[in-house]
C-alpha cells in the first residue's frame, strides 16, 4: 500500500521534472543555438508577414528544428511580435533565433544603390532604373511624360528635374517611388539655391537657372571651371548675345545626332539651337548637379565672353575678346 502511494507520488513528480527539465534544456538551445548556417544569408519579410509565419519559414528552410511556437511565444513575451519590419536582412551565420527577431524588429535592411549620374538625360536614367534589379517596375511606358503625369506635374517638361547622385534604398521600392524621392530632392536643392543666389542674375525663375545648369553641366566636368563657364553664359545673356553652344544643339537634334556635330547642324534651327536663336533653349538638356546649379547662380566674376576645349585634361582656354578667342581656337582647335 505505502510503495503504491509512493509511487503514485513519485511518478508525476518524476515526469513533471523531466518536462521541465526537457522544456529548460529546449529554452537554452533556443536562446543559445545558432541557426544552421554555414554562410551568411539574406532574408526576405514580405509586407503583411507575421510572427508565426515566419517561424514556419525557418523551419521549412532547415534552419531549426525547434517547434515555431517558440519564437511566436517569445515575441510575444518580448512584446516585438508586432513590430517586425518588411524588408531584405542580411542575416549572419551565427545568428541565434532572439537575434534573428530583433534583427527584423530593428528595420536594417539591405540597402541598394543607384546613381543618378550628372549630365545623363531623363530619358537614360528612366532606362537605367527600369534595368535595376532591385527596383519594383509599376510603371507602364519608360515614357517621360507619363512619369511626370504619375508624380503629379503633367505639365511640366520632366527633362532636368531629377537630381543627380547616388540613392540608397531597400529591397521592395518601387521605380514611382524612387523618381519621386529624386524628384523632390532636386526641387528642394533648386529652391534652396535659388533663395541663396547673387545678386543681378538674368534669369526670371528658378527654371532657367535649372536650365543653365544644365548647359553648364554638359560643357565641363571640370568641377573649378563651373562658376567660369557660368560667368560666360550671363555675361552674353546680359549683353543680349547668344549662348552659341553645342551641346544645346545635339540635344535639339535627339535621335539625328550620330556623334559628329557638322556646319549645317549649327545652322539647322530648333528651339535648342542656342546659334540661331537667342536667350535659354526652353527647356534644361540634362541632369544637372546640385554643384552646376549653385554655379550658376553663383557666377564667377570676369570678362571673359569666349571659351574653347583645349584638348588637356577637358579643360578651356577663357577669352575675352572674339580675336584672343579666335587665336585659342588656331591654337588648340586648328593647331
Not at 507602364?140 to 508624380?151: P, R
Not at 540661331?276 to 570678362?303: F, K, M, N, V, Y
Request: glycine letters at 6%; one cysteine or more.
Amino acid at each position: 500500500m505505502k510503495k503504491t502511494l509512493l509511487f503514485k507520488v513519485l511518478l508525476p513528480a518524476t515526469v513533471v521534472a523531466a518536462v521541465c527539465t526537457y522544456l529548460a534544456l529546449q529554452y537554452q538551445r533556443f536562446l543559445h543555438e545558432p541557426l544552421a548556417l554555414d554562410n551568411d544569408m539574406t532574408y526576405i519579410v514580405t509586407p503583411g508577414s507575421s510572427l508565426k509565419s515566419i517561424s514556419q519559414d525557418l523551419n521549412q528552410l532547415g534552419l531549426t528544428d525547434l517547434p515555431p511556437f517558440y519564437l511566436q511565444l517569445y515575441g510575444r513575451l518580448t512584446n516585438q511580435a508586432h513590430k517586425i519590419k518588411a524588408g531584405e536582412y542580411q542575416i549572419q551565420a551565427e545568428t541565434t533565433l532572439p537575434a534573428f527577431l530583433e534583427k527584423l524588429v530593428s528595420g536594417k535592411v539591405i540597402m541598394n544603390a543607384f546613381t543618378i549620374i550628372e549630365g545623363m538625360t531623363a530619358g537614360e536614367m528612366i532606362a537605367a532604373l527600369h534595368a535595376h534589379p532591385k527596383i519594383v517596375k509599376t510603371l507602364e511606358t519608360k515614357s517621360l511624360n507619363m512619369v511626370m503625369a504619375e508624380l503629379g506635374a503633367p505639365d511640366k517638361n520632366g527633362e532636368g528635374w531629377f537630381l543627380p547622385e547616388t540613392y540608397h534604398f531597400p529591397s521592395g521600392t518601387t521605380d514611382l517611388d524612387f523618381l519621386r524621392r529624386a524628384y523632390q530632392q532636386m526641387q528642394q536643392t533648386l529652391e534652396q539655391a535659388w533663395a541663396e543666389r547673387a545678386e543681378n542674375l538674368p534669369y526670371e525663375s528658378p527654371y532657367e537657372a535649372l536650365i543653365m545648369a544644365s548647359i553648364i553641366e554638359k560643357e565641363t566636368g571640370i568641377a573649378e571651371e563651373r562658376p567660369e563657364i557660368a560667368g560666360v553664359f550671363v555675361r552674353r545673356l546680359q549683353k543680349g548675345m547668344r549662348l552659341q553652344t553645342d551641346p544645346t544643339v545635339i540635344y535639339g537634334l535627339g535621335a539625328k545626332f550620330d556623334g559628329n556635330l557638322r556646319r549645317e547642324d549649327l545652322r539647322s534651327d530648333t528651339p535648342y539651337n542656342t546659334y540661331t536663336r537667342a536667350g535659354l533653349p526652353p527647356s534644361p538638356i540634362c541632369l544637372p548637379s546640385a554643384e552646376s546649379i549653385e554655379a550658376a547662380l553663383h557666377p564667377a566674376d570676369g570678362d571673359s565672353l569666349y571659351f574653347v576645349a583645349t584638348g588637356e585634361d577637358g579643360r578651356h582656354k577663357f577669352s575675352a575678346t572674339l580675336k584672343e578667342h579666335n587665336r585659342a581656337v588656331r591654337r588648340y582647335q586648328l593647331k
